[in-house]
């Protein structure tokens, strides 16, 4: 089972189109096997199938070939890479609902984090969230009259979690609390032969939250989080060096 996990994501990795599209459909398509692994894995029954392989002794430190890597080390450095639900910097509209019709398009945010151990539970580290979105606003006197805002978001964050280490029994198993603070830009692009409107503007940006790595090999891993500030929820891949 997991010789052939490794030989898919081996397949899947060395046809990735080197474009930013081509990139995320790979990690969609990676996402997608490892998420059909990992409840095999968990549930099977088969002893050790999660955590011989997630941690190898050949990683381990110390003597003893026994000994299995915790799933947060010091010196370690994490790369997140994913995309975030419900976001709450998406720009509003409704100070425009007075002069017309308005909608709103968002794409899905898609962010990464790199993280490096401090210490064995603690982490520090930077993050970049980014997504595009429109407004539209039809004149109510005027239908044919549309003005409005393309929007292009970063926010830049720094980061700091706490990780909390479940024993030798579930290294595989990385739960922490995190936080972040940074600001978003947010550019607007305006549109429309009669755009008077004045745009959204970027500012202060926060999350605090927890969440969790699975470890389904040494190096990597499924996350998964929720929390308040950024985005509701973020879920991606983990690569730790």
Not at 31 to 53: E, K, M, R, V, W
Not at 108 to 124: C, D, F, H, K, Q
Not at 165 to 185: A, Q, T
Request: charged share 10%; net charge positive; proline share 4%.
């Amino acid at each position: 089972m997991v010789t052939n996990l490794r030989k898919w994501l081996i397949v899947i990795s060395g046809n990735c189109p080197i474009t930013a599209q081509g990139f995320f459909s790979c990690m969609r398509s990676v996402f997608i096997l490892l998420i059909g692994f990992f409840p095999f894995a968990l549930f099977s029954g088969t002893p050790g199938l999660l955590t011989d392989y997630a941690v190898p002794a050949s990683f381990s430190k110390g003597k003893g070939k026994g000994l299995l890597r915790n799933a947060f080390l010091k010196g370690q450095i994490s790369i997140h890479a994913g995309a975030g639900f419900i976001n709450l910097q998406y720009p509003g509209h409704n100070d425009y609902l007075q002069y017309g019709k308005v909608s709103s398009e968002y794409n899905l945010p898609i962010n990464a984090r790199v993280e490096y151990g401090i210490t064995s539970s603690l982490s520090a580290g930077a993050f970049v969230n980014m997504y595009k979105a429109r407004t539209d606003i039809r004149d109510r006197t005027a239908s044919f009259n549309v003005n409005g805002f393309e929007y292009k978001s970063t926010t830049i964050a720094l980061t700091a979690a706490y990780h909390v280490y479940m024993g030798k029994n579930l290294v595989w198993f990385d739960p922490y609390v995190n936080g972040m603070i940074g600001l978003e830009s947010l550019k607007a692009s305006p549109f429309g032969t009669a755009n008077y409107f004045e745009p959204q503007e970027g500012g202060m940006a926060y999350s605090f939250g927890f969440g969790a790595n699975f470890y389904l090999f040494q190096p990597l891993a499924i996350y998964a989080e929720a929390g308040y500030g950024i985005n509701i929820f973020n879920t991606g891949i983990t690569l730790r060096f």
